[in-house]
């Protein structure tokens, strides 16, 4: 079976929509990002603010300051959370539910704080308003924040030089990045989502019966609320269990657009951010083009692997449908889930489990790449910018300088960090994965033997330690060993990156910088827009190439 | 006036201002002779004590090690080729090291034989009379070993032998031959006081008497130190070295952990794989290629420079010196000939410009002076070399006739030239100035010299010079003043008769061909060049106009020189310069790249981090480019051995897992004999790439001076693509050799 040009018409027409709404987007946003950073004005609620948490909003911290305020503040997010998990049913709207169990709860405060939103648990089963609301819908703008603060400080390590490692205030960019960028357009969308269909409510899930005389349970919730800014701060984490696939979260194909707008908004206007403050628009082209690139690429092929169905079931049935909404259909399945994988997002709007093997591989690959396509809000700039500075290093030194990258040089404490960074993710993933495949309780949680039962593991692992959130859907994974393991992996995803990044903004601020010359390695030319898409393919991508050949590769051949 | 008369033959003095033909040092190319006996230099670095600080190579060995017990205890055909292949990766790692490290030590060699221990003579005195500078060569000495000489002892040496240590003459004036150190055979000047009070141990003194005082302890003088780094002995790695050994090492750790993590893998989809297979597999992935050969590489461009010359105290110098952004240059003898030449004839009155010409050669002929040479130069070269007699005064070819008479520069006269004798055979058909009677007025006066002075001369033999004459001379005086060149006036005087005036002599500074060709290349690798000059502003601007400099530094002070590069250090700026003055050594030290001319003061050799043996400020450009070439060939071969990975994975991992899942047999793209067949290519074309890329390392990628982006494009073309390219048809030949082997 081919794709009818219809279809292929169809999911052209949808791309160049979404491409030319974030594209209108890019440049005001990215600008107006650029001014919340910079500016020196706090606004009333901001200064009381302030004077609550009793933070001075002007002092500039050293990078050890504000790392310490990062992980202060994600400990104490950790833990409200954890609370509320553990005590809903001693609270107000726990519509019934008991407190989760406590390998849960610690699984469900560590996905939420980390922006990764794994959720071993169904929305509408386990999760009473209060949680929903307080918990997991706060921490969507938080961790959200908490990314974007991270990478700012970094672009603010490129952009002074030789100061004393000084690199903002945590404190100011984290409200400013809540109260100036996500509130406004959060609210906004919610709108458009609840003029769309999607419900807004404080009600208990009703039991009605059906004209046919079937029983159902109708859920009710604040979900257009939540709906926003699980896209908007690339979350992810879904009011109910089937997450974007759910009617009352994403009705009909207009808001299915809007929703992955909303997934990409933030992370393609970052670069153009990064590009205003350290004063070379070029720069933030170049780092957009590199990963507009990888996610074309991604969709191409997704969509490719969706629409053309490769593999025995699709062929007999006609089409990959298993698994996807018909409301929405194959091609904008792919595009869903390619701007989730390749943010951090992990929200769904089909099954990943059901997708083709090629297409639910290129769809891993995304994550397994370190999610720099264009990837999470915050995370995606500074993913990329780690990368870029790999490739400045690895082909810097082909044109006889010493390499540098935005006037930073790039010596050995710089490479210390970004080695470091560049080792990380693939160590969670790989040595979680192998952990999991062989030990019993791992093999416990597999739904289906062979290649796509390892796929099912790694992908879960890459989803953690990327803090994607996403689920191959087939792995059992409310169980205590993946429940504590993947909790880990989504804590050590987050945080040691982060650490590192932070490190490496201290550094390049002390930095002096070093102008450009006709012998600087030109970074915003499209041929090195090129070179950092290899090297993350290559220097990445290859340590994933063994076990990927025995999992979607495999099964893709087969 | 001193009268010299004419008779001898003009001293050969070398032309300083002259371009050197660049010398190398002989015997570069790679032969067997220097790989066998690099072998069991290769050997002794299979230790793996000297392999912790390169974690790749201990990957590997370890790796063999391994191998080696799983073929003795199971042993066939594979795994004893696998095992075999393993170490020999190992050993040509260790090879390409050990055959860099063999050349540097011929080329050190070469440098040693100068340090052999020679006999002193001590002065002997109570240190605190050795302060003052004269009569130390009268005290009495003493016979002392070279090697016990200290810093502050003075000693007398004599001509006919070798000065004992790195030092500087205190007292006398000699000539030395320092072919021992630069292969130059012409002798140099060396004196106290002043700019050229160096002297280098090992060198031989050739004339007269001097005494030295030692500045430097003996094995810690510049050559012991060179020697050290190029024998290796005490190579520290470069910064950019430790930044790129951290990337390959965690290259290498993610390379372990993925292979480490496949065997789970492996058991899990039920095929369990040989632990010799993981170790094949390993070894290929990690960045072995670039790690055998990256000491080779820095040993490699310490050479390079040796080859030119020059000699540098840390590796890290020759880094740096690829990312110079500044060049400070020296005008005189860097950018211009060290001397003024003629470049014009500017004759006043009635003065034919043949006429001009004819009096200025004759006033020059004897003149030995650069200056003087190049008017000879420029009349001949634009006349033709006179072979018809001009008045009777010219002898056959245009030399002097017999009997003149040079009347030399003075410092109160600031006039120059010749007085010609009455020639016998005057006709005074052809010379107006004989006359009728057939009497020659007397013998002829030609004078050039500044225009105060050749006027004041003018006016003292009774002339007066009409009044247009006197306006075009001045006219004429200013403008070749304006351009930056310095006028020659020309006169003479026949006889009794009142001297005229007969033009102006253009000396110009002239700027070294090729000189403009050459900013123009720095200006393209992003290089910036500043001319630095004591001449006026006006004067330095013409030049610098004509050079093509970008920057000039004009009337520059010591402290200008140190300032500016102050300056642009503050702006992120890497400076290089040279210098051969004390009054530079503060300038050099604080620069990033100072190299030091040889025939400096030890102040300066000191303050530097390179000391260049020819001499040749125009070498700063030369260095540059050995840096750069240094950190090319670096990012070349990474890039090159990281993007082999590519095609080692399609060999391996369809061999490793197509029995368990057939399917992924479409992988074998290269389509390979056998599983085993495939796997050892793979490791053969691992081990054998690091031969095939000693000798690029040890030479250096092509370096041609251009932008940035050129310079990557290129690379990545040959090194990156290529890097994608080549394993696959080399894996393919060597299946198809390997394949043959029975029993595999």
Known sequence: ?558 | MTHTTLTQAPAPAGDAGSPRPPRRRPGRALTWAQVCSALPGALRGLDPRALWRTPVLLVVEVGAAATTVLAVTDPDVFAWSVTLWLWATALFAALAESIAEARGRAQASSLRATQQQTTARKVLAPLDTIGAATGLGDLPTTDVPSGSLRVGDVVVVVAGETIPGDGDVVEGVASVDESAITGESAPVIRESGGDRCAVTGGTVLLSDRIVVRVTTPPGQSFVDRMIALVEGSERRRTPNEVALNLLLTSLTAVFVLAVATLQPFAVYSGSRQDVLVLVALLVCLIPTTIGALLSAIGIAGMDRLVQRNVLAVSGRAVEAAGDVDVLLLDKTGTITYGNRRASALLPVGRVREAELAAAARLASLADDTPEGRSVVDLVDARFGVPDVVDGGWHLEGGGLPQGSELVAFSAQTRMSGVDLPLHPHVDPLVDPRVGPDGTAPGPRRIRKGAASAVRRWVGSTGARVPQDVAAQLAAHVDAVSRAGGTPLVVAEQVGDAPARVLGVVHLKDVVKDGMRERFDELRAMGIRTVMVTGDNAVTAQAIADEAGVDDVLAEATPEDKLALIRREQEGGRLVAMAGDGTNDAPALAQSDVGVAMASGTSAAKEAGNMVDLDSDPTKLIEIVEIGKQLLITRGALTTFSVANDVAKYFAILPAMFSGLFPQLAVLNVMQLGSPRSAILSAVIFNALIILVLVPLALRGVRYRPSSASALLRRNLWVFGVGGLVAPFAGIKLIDLVVSLIPGL
């Not at chain 1, 790039?410 to 030990?439: C, D």
């Open chain 1, 1 to 558: 079976m081919s794709p009818t040009t219809l279809t292929i018409l169809a999911a052209g027409g949808q791309l160049i929509l979404l491409l030319a709404l974030l594209g209108a987007a890019h440049a005001p946003l990215g600008a107006y990002m650029a001014r919340v950073y910079s500016s020196s004005h706090h606004t009333r609620l901001e200064r009381g603010w302030y004077r609550v948490v009793r933070v001075d909003p002007d002092a500039q911290q050293h990078w050890r300051s504000y790392l310490m305020s990062v992980l202060g503040f994600s400990l104490a997010s950790v833990l409200a959370l954890y609370g509320l998990g553990r005590l809903q049913d001693h609270l107000p709207w726990d519509l019934g539910f008991t407190g989760l169990d406590p390998a849960g709860a610690w699984n469900t405060a560590v996905s939420f704080t980390t922006n990764t939103n794994w959720q071993w648990y169904s929305g509408e089963a386990a999760a009473g308003h209060l949680l929903q609301m307080a918990g997991l819908a706060v921490q969507n703008f938080v961790s959200a924040a908490v990314g974007m603060s991270v990478a700012i400080a970094l672009v603010r390590g490129f952009a002074r030089s030789g100061t004393d490692a000084r690199i903002g205030n945590f404190w100011a960019d984290l409200t400013r990045s809540v109260v100036r960028v996500l509130l406004p357009i959060s609210v906004v969308a919610a709108l458009v989502l609840v003029a769309n269909g999607v419900i807004q409510n404080l009600d208990p899930h009703t039991a009605v019966t059906t004209m046919t005389g079937g029983a159902q349970h109708v859920p009710g919730g604040p979900v257009a609320s939540q709906e926003a800014i699980k896209e908007l701060g690339t979350n992810g984490g879904g009011f109910f269990n089937a997450n974007s696939a759910h009617p009352f979260e994403n009705p009909n194909p207009v808001t299915n657009l809007l929703e992955i707008f909303l997934i990409l908004l933030i992370p393609t206007a970052l670069p153009r951010t990064f590009g205003i403050l350290v004063g070379d628009r070029r720069q933030g082209w170049a780092i957009l083009g590199a990963m507009t690139g990888l996610l074309l690429v991604a969709i191409a092929l997704t969509t490719w692997a969706e629409l053309a169905g490769p593999g025995a079931a699709p062929q007999a049935a006609g089409a990959a449908t298993e698994g996807k909404e018909t409301r929405f259909g194959l091609a904008a399945s792919a595009l869903f889930a390619v701007a989730t994988t390749g943010t951090s997002t992990g929200a769904v709007n089909a099954m990943h489990d059901s997708f083709t093997a090629p297409g639910g591989g290129v769809v891993l690959f995304d994550m397994l790449l370190g999610e720099v396509a264009p990837g999470g809000v915050g995370a995606g700039l500074y993913g990329m910018l780690i990368l870029a500075i790999l490739a400045v290093f690895v082909a810097g030194l082909m044109v006889g300088r010493t390499p540098e990258y935005l006037g930073k040089k790039i010596g050995r404490g710089e490479m210390t960090i970004v080695a470091l960074s560049v080792l990380t993710t693939p160590a969670i993933v790989l040595v979680g994965t192998a952990v999991a495949v062989s030990v019993e309780p791992g093999l416990a949680g597999v739904q289906e033997p062979g290649p796509h039962g390892l796929t099912e593991v790694l992908y879960a692992f890459a989803s953690a330690g990327n803090n994607n959130g996403s689920a191959f859907a087939g792995l059992t994974s409310g169980t205590p060993f993946y429940n504590t393991m993947l909790g880990l992996a989504m804590l050590a995803g987050r945080f040691v990156p982060i650490a590192l990044v932070l490190a490496l903004a201290g550094r390049l601020a002390s930095q002096r910088s070093v102008p450009a010359s006709a012998g600087t390695l030109p970074t915003h030319q499209p041929l090195f827009v090129g070179l950092v898409a290899t090297v993350a393919l290559v220097v990445v991508g290859l340590t994933f190439v063994p076990v990927l050949s025995l999992g979607p590769v495999a099964e893709s051949l087969s």
